[in-house]
């Protein structure tokens, strides 16, 4: 079993930045994909940047140049730094960690992020 917090929501204005923390209840990222998803009221999850082991990491369209998924091994966390925040950036973002060598998935509680003036 693997937990996963997620931290570092919250509200903030237009064209302002976050960052958001995903801590692992324990070392996983040699195992598994780390991803961060986000989800509006009355549509899909959707993939927003992703991080496997020894890759590239990879981001939706909609926030290319503007979110970093990166990790710090030695503390088990995933971070997303958002800048140039937009209120369609308005969502619950939540943490996957998905291994399809083991067959697993799991997925943090999320943290409400809302951007508005």
């Known amino acids: 079993q693997v937990q996963l917090v997620e931290s570092g929501g919250g509200l903030v204005q237009p064209g302002g930045s976050l960052t958001l923390s995903c801590a692992a209840s324990r070392s996983i990222f040699s195992l598994y994909a780390m991803g961060w998803y986000r989800q509006v009221p009355g549509r899909q999850r959707e993939l927003v940047a992703r991080?496997?082991?020894?890759?590239?990491?990879n981001y939706a369209d909609s926030v290319k140049g503007r979110f970093t998924i990166s990790r710090d091994n030695a503390k088990n966390t995933v971070y997303l730094q958002m800048h140039s925040l937009k209120p369609e950036d308005t969502a619950v973002y939540y943490c996957?960690?998905?291994?399809?060598?083991?067959?697993?998935?799991?997925w943090g509680q999320g943290t409400q992020v809302t951007v508005s003036s």
């Open positions: 996957e960690a998905q291994s399809s060598f083991l067959g697993e998935n799991y």
């Open positions: 991080l496997v082991s020894g890759g590239s990491p």
